[in-house]
Every structure is written in structure tokens, then in C-alpha cells.
């Protein structure tokens, strides 16, 4: 099994930053592939980015391409995402995943591991 805590969530105004931690633990050789979605009230979860743990291959949805950037550490099992330019229409809770999948996906059944979630709220 793979555990997945996030960090980093917050209150921040329109145009800000935040960057938050995804912490792996246990049998973290098994996952190739780190992404994180989100989900805002009333909506359904959705893709933010993906990375792979060896190569660093990264992929953004459109929604935050040029304003997020997705990271990893392998030396630490931690994956971050930078968010710069935040708008209201990013809050939500972001959860980091971890899958077997060999690749990039922005598939949320491709992921086997989730973790609580972390609350983004952006103000106007």
C-alpha cells in the first residue's frame, strides 16, 4: 500500500501563490505515476497535472497550464505543486494521487492511491 498526505492548502487572494506538499510513504516503488486532481463544491473531481516519478514526464490540464507547475523529489517521496496566479475559480480541494500507470494520465481511475485532500480557497 501506498499512503499520500497533502499539505499547503490555504486562504489566499486572487493572484497569489501557494505550493502544496504531497508526502509518500510505504510501498511507494509500485507507483509510477503522481498527479493531482481537485474538486469544488457541487462538481465533479478533476484533473490538474500529472508527473512521472522516474523520467519527470509533467502534464496540465488547460485550466492551469502556464500557471501551475508540478514537481517531484524522489530522494524525499515528495511531489509538490506550485500555484502561482491563482484565481477563484481554482478553490477546491486538491488531492494528490499515485498510480501504476507507465505514463502520464489525467484519468482519475488510473490512480490507485489517494490521499484526504487539502482546501484551496482563493478569494476575489
Known amino acids: 500500500q501506498v499512503q499520500l498526505v497533502e499539505s499547503g492548502g490555504g486562504l489566499v487572494q486572487a493572484g497569489g501563490s501557494l505550493r502544496l506538499s504531497c508526502a509518500a510513504s510505504?510501498?511507494?516503488?509500485?507507483?509510477?505515476?503522481m498527479g493531482w486532481f481537485r474538486q469544488a463544491p457541487g462538481k465533479e473531481r478533476e484533473f490538474v497535472s500529472t508527473?512521472?516519478?522516474?523520467?519527470?514526464?509533467?502534464y496540465y490540464a488547460d485550466a492551469v497550464k502556464g500557471r501551475f507547475t508540478i514537481t517531484r523529489d524522489n530522494a524525499k517521496n515528495m511531489v509538490y505543486l506550485q500555484m502561482n496566479n491563482l484565481k477563484p475559480e481554482d478553490t477546491a480541494v486538491y488531492y494528490c494521487?499515485?498510480?501504476?500507470?507507465?505514463?502520464?494520465?489525467?484519468?482519475?481511475?488510473?490512480?490507485?492511491?489517494w490521499g484526504q485532500g487539502t482546501q484551496v480557497t482563493v478569494s476575489s
Open positions: 494521487a499515485a498510480g501504476r500507470y507507465i505514463g502520464t494520465t489525467s484519468r482519475a481511475s488510473e490512480y490507485d492511491y
Open positions: 510505504g510501498r511507494t516503488f509500485i507507483v509510477y505515476t
Open positions: 508527473i512521472t516519478w522516474a523520467g519527470g514526464r509533467t
